[in-house]
């Protein structure tokens, strides 16, 4: 079985529902940069702290309760389409694909996606606890950028 090689930390995300108050508490308070993010069909704010510290800030969606784990989930986690959204913590592996097997030998559900822009493969998964009231974790993600390694973003003013 495959074991993470290379895995590193990606990003946190927070889900929230004023994604630009929260971006301005840690910009002033932590002096994250707004950095550019994709496009989704939900808003998004991605900041960097240093050279590789991001927080995704996700808009929360007022029509699903996204849960803190598969036991508190409702029927929005039904939908893989809304776990993006929800709280999570995303770690980098250069073995995506046969890391992602082996989380499905293992008998975890793997729900796998593309993001919008084509050039990030992502793979969401629950950890045995389901949540982290530190890191606020929903779902572990995988996150290949396809092609090699990816670019630096560019920080928006």
């Not at 529902?17 to 998004?44: C, H, M, T, W």
């Not at 409702?74 to 989380?103: E, M, W, Y």
Request: charge should be neutral; hydrophobic fraction near 40%.
């Amino acid at each position: 079985m495959a074991a993470a090689v290379g895995a590193c930390l990606n990003h946190v995300s927070r889900e929230s529902p004023d994604i630009k108050r929260l971006a301005n508490f840690y910009i002033q308070i932590f002096g994250f940069k707004q950095v550019e993010s994709p496009k989704f069909d939900f808003e998004v704010i991605w900041l960097k702290l240093g050279s590789s510290l991001f927080l995704h800030l996700i808009e929360r969606d007022p029509n699903n309760k996204l849960p803190e784990g598969p036991w508190s989930a409702t029927s929005a986690v039904a939908d893989p389409k809304n776990l993006p959204r929800g709280h999570h913590i995303c770690f980098s592996v250069a073995n995506f694909d046969s890391f992602v097997l082996n989380l499905k030998e293992r008998g975890i559900e793997v729900h796998e996606r593309t993001q919008p822009d084509g050039k990030t493969k992502q793979a969401f998964f629950f950890d045995p606890d389901g949540e982290s009231s530190l890191l606020y974790l929903t779902s572990v993600i995988l996150s290949k950028w396809i092609g090699g390694i990816k670019p630096e973003s560019t920080i928006i003013n």
